[in-house]
């Protein structure tokens, strides 16, 4: 089984959140923007390409790790990893233009904090646990989780 590392972006500005729209399996779907870290891609290499892919947004500034989440596969063999999220606090300049090579982002949109993570629980893989406690200053940053998914 192949491990895939992810790169997020938390980006709040004024009050709001910035999430995309994709296509997929959970129609109009909102998520973090991010992707798949590419190979010889560093996380932040990873992190500025995704956004820009998506949002058309650039990355200013100094990310810094928010939270990590790794991913554990249940398999007949027993639980596998099967990768690690890194949600990086980021702020960005520019205006929304999309160039997804993928085709899955529809869109992108600031949102309330208060709806943030309602819209992104629709993903039923996507424990938002994390990204709760995150938001709600209960963690400080660099915290771990781990997470089955099937």
Excluded at 6 to 26: C, D, I, M, N, Y
Aim: proline share 4%; glycine share 10%; hydrophobic share 40%.
């Amino acid at each position: 089984m192949s491990r895939q590392n992810t790169v997020l972006a938390l980006v709040r500005s004024q009050g709001k959140f910035l999430l995309v729209r994709h296509h997929g399996p959970e129609e109009s779907a909102w998520w973090l923007p991010g992707g798949v870290v590419e190979p010889g891609e560093t996380l932040l290499e990873a992190l500025r390409r995704e956004m820009l892919e998506e949002t058309g947004l650039y990355i200013t500034g100094q990310p810094y790790l928010a939270f990590v989440v790794e991913f554990q596969r249940e398999t007949e063999q027993g639980l596998q990893e099967a990768g690690f999220g890194f949600h990086f606090v980021c702020e960005v300049s520019g205006q929304f233009q999309f160039a997804d090579p993928d085709g899955l982002v529809q869109s992108a949109h600031w949102v309330d904090d208060a709806e943030v993570v309602r819209l992104l629980s629709a993903q039923t893989w996507y424990d938002c646990e994390p990204l709760r406690r995150w938001l709600s200053g209960e963690v400080g940053a660099g915290a771990i989780y781990t997470t089955r998914i099937k």
